[in-house]
């Protein structure tokens, strides 16, 4: 078939009017006498952090499963509408685009990594839609405007707590940093880290990168085994620790690493394997913590998933309850009245830890160290703020 | 000097597989004057292939053996020479008169297709290659660590170039994949089937990517269907710096990009390691743009 010149305009037009009708005919949940709220997950679901998404999905999605059971929030069901953003950059302004122009969603939950978080949560911000990240520590996120919040700890105390930790507990002197350069969450991690541990007597014999993808660290380690420092700090994500972890103890380097909450994943044990033994990472809650909030928590993520939660599956159920609690004391879901409410959040018993929202839109919590030991994570001890 | 010698021996057995893929690069180019973009892409189904046949064999063969290895990366060989043959025979032979950019594009879309695929077909998330060689520390002399994954890999590199050597100049189909990349015109007008020829190019470059898919996973193994896409690119760079078409070239290029940038992120910054490996590889080619081992072609007008 050819279409000839002539038909080019007839046929855009055709285009053009399709999309405009297709425009019209969206964001069905938004008006007014809906009985539902349309509320916006993007998570990465897919790739190189799949874990991540995955899980801190799972536990949003357990979380709005109890809302609705327990008549939901305001007389209305809370509708889910969840996003993947496949670990991608670039993916998450789209998505979050999408959920608020097209699903007109109240509110948006995600995500875990601190990139992703930078990249929707100003159209969030433009928007007027509150966010609430999870799991993003790096301090920048919540900088961007005063409709996003998060649920976590950040950084500054994550880096501080590790720092604290290698120095006092581990009695760390000369300590190596290997950091994801392309990430702001490593950068900002090992920035924290390299200032508290200086501060307090330690040396850093030496800094080294590796970028996103990365399989071979060999050059890196090599340089760091030069130093000789008696631990190595990586404050990166999974995959690549896991990989890190192998080529270091192939290259003969038999000092613990450690890290942040970017090793929590139920994938860095089967990369890692035996090299892992013996290191350390910071995070924001143990399954075996004994608290009956805690345990609660289990018991109903098991019973939905047959598997125990990580800590990125209980933020996700703790985002989407201080959501709804936050809907339900402003007595509405415009996004101003659930801003304020969000805002004046007051120890929320929450399952990592009773949650404070302080003026910079941030959640004052405690961090829990865990070292891995014959393959699982073993709770070590609790670092209050 | 320990780090230095510690350092080459990561860039060499780094480079060696980055070797490996450029070979086929430069044989396919050699041959049919086209870059196949698919190539990195062939290489990570190798490494799948691997993944999924070492349980299968470890039933039969004591895993992980250097026996079981040799097996799971023959047959991972073999499975994508096959899939080398059909991309070959249903996405380029169609336009084998077609301007070079057609194809090159089809090349690109090849990729794609294979890189989502595999995302849909084995899961975005990275999986855990199984353990099937043995691994021993073979020496740890004065700090200097060399295990025995970084020997295996420069031992069959080399061992698969000496094959690679002996199929091109003294064999029949050799002689035929070399008249081609001469003059495929004269050599189909002298009896030889160009498509028959073809094919096996393509089976040979595609066996070798799964080689190097296999060596790769072994030594690091966290593999996931975009893997293919950075040894690609790099391979494909280090198939251009030793004279793309040229054999030996694709060697020694690979050589020299894995341990250009093993000494650069070890001694400068990782962060300018692709910046300075290609600003070594403009200069190289400012100064002799066929490539370290290419020959000046005269176009005749």
């Known amino acids: 078939m050819k279409i000839w010149p002539g038909q080019f305009p007839v046929a855009i037009g055709a285009g053009i009017s399709l999309l405009l009708c297709g425009c019209n005919k969206s964001s069905p949940e938004s008006g007014a006498n809906s009985d539902v709220i349309p509320v916006g997950e993007y998570a990465s679901l897919t790739g190189s952090e799949a874990t991540f998404g995955q899980s801190s999905h799972d536990g949003t999605a ?80 919540t900088e961007v405007g005063d ?12 880096g501080t707590v590790m720092a604290n930790f290698a120095r006092k507990s581990l009695h760390l002197q000369r300590v190596a940093i290997l950091k994801e350069a392309s990430s702001d969450y490593s950068v900002g991690l090992a920035r924290f880290f390299n200032q508290r541990f200086m501060a307090d007597g330690g040396t850093i014999v030496g800094e080294e990168n590796y970028s996103h993808g990365d ?72 399954p075996q913590d004994t608290s009956p909030a805690v345990q609660n928590f289990v018991k109903k993520f098991q019973a939905k998933y047959h598997e125990t939660p990580d800590a990125m599956a209980a933020l996700g159920y703790d985002s989407a309850m201080i959501l709804a609690d936050a809907m339900k004391r402003a007595g509405a879901t415009d996004g101003a009245k659930v801003r304020d409410a969000l805002a004046a959040t007051k120890d929320f018993a929450g399952v990592t830890g009773e949650i404070t929202i302080d003026p910079n839109r941030n959640a004052s919590k405690p961090a829990v160290i865990l070292t891995i030991t014959n393959g699982q994570f073993k709770y070590v001890q609790t670092i209050a703020p | 000097m320990t780090e230095f010698l510690q350092q080459l021996i990561n860039g060499l057995a780094f480079g060696s597989i980055l070797a490996l893929i450029a070979l086929g690069y430069t044989m396919v180019y050699g041959i049919l004057r086209f870059i196949n973009f698919a190539h990195g892409d062939v290489f990570m189904l190798g490494a799948f292939a691997g993944f999924y046949l070492a349980p299968k064999i470890a039933t039969v063969l004591p895993t992980p053996s250097i026996g079981s290895g040799l097996v799971v990366m023959f ?58 060689i043995p691994v021993y520390p073979i020496a740890h002399l004065g700090g200097l660590s060399i295990t025995s994954n970084q020997l295996i890999v420069l031992a069959v590199t080399g061992l698969l170039l000496v094959g690679l050597r002996f199929i091109v100049l003294k064999t029949k189909i050799g002689m035929a994949m070399r008249a081609l990349s001469f003059n495929p015109e004269a050599a189909a007008l002298m009896g030889v089937n160009t498509d028959i020829v073809i094919s096996f190019t393509f089976a040979l470059g595609s066996a070798l990517a799964a080689a190097a898919g296999i060596l ?32 030996p070239g694709a060697v020694l290029g690979g050589l020299i990009i894995g341990t250009t940038e093993t000494f650069v992120s070890g001694y400068i910054s990782s962060t300018y390691r692709d910046a300075i490996a290609f600003a070594i590889l403009i200069l190289i080619l400012l100064i002799k743009p066929s490539g370290l081992l290419g020959k000046k072609e005269i176009e005749k007008v």
């Open chain 1, 215 to 286: 399989k071979d660290f060999s050059a890196q380690l090599t340089a760091i085994k030069a130093d000789n420092p008696d631990g190595i700090f990586v404050p990166g994500y999974y995959t690549e620790v896991g990989l890190i972890a192998l080529q270091a103890r192939q290259l003969g380097i038999t000092v613990p690493l450690f890290g942040g909450d970017g090793w929590e994943s139920s994938s860095l044990v089967p990369i890692g394997g035996k090299a892992l033994e013996g290191c350390f990472f910071s995070t924001h809650y143990s």
């Open chain 2, 216 to 247: 790769f996973a072994v030594n690091y193994p966290a593999i996931d269907p975009l893997m293919g896409i950075l040894p690609g690119l790099k391979a494909f760079v280090a198939a251009v710096l030793g004279g793309i078409g040229n054999l």
């Open chain 1, 147 to 158: 409709y996003i919040f998060r649920v976590c700890f950040i950084d500054p105390f994550q």
């Open chain 2, 75 to 132: 047959a991972a060989m073999l499975i994508c020479a096959v899939i080398g043959v059909v991309i070959e025979r249903f996405a380029y032979r169609p336009l084998r008169r077609s301007p070079k950019l057609t194809v090159l594009i089809t090349a690109i879309g090849v990729s794609l297709f294979l890189e989502y695929t595999g995302q849909f077909v084995f899961g975005a998330a990275p999986k855990r290659f199984p353990q099937i």
């Open chain 1, 62 to 141: 357990l979380a709005i499963d109890d809302l609705n059971a327990a008549g939901g929030v305001l007389g209305k069901k809370i509708r889910l509408l969840t996003e993947d953003d496949q670990s991608q950059a670039g993916q998450p302004a789209t998505v979050a685009r999408k959920l608020i122009s097209s699903d007109g969603v109240v509110a948006v939950l995600g995500e875990v990594a601190s990139s992703r978080s930078l990249e929707a949560a100003p159209i969030c911000q433009e928007n007027k839609i509150p966010m609430i990240s999870p799991a993003s520590t790096n301090p920048k996120v």
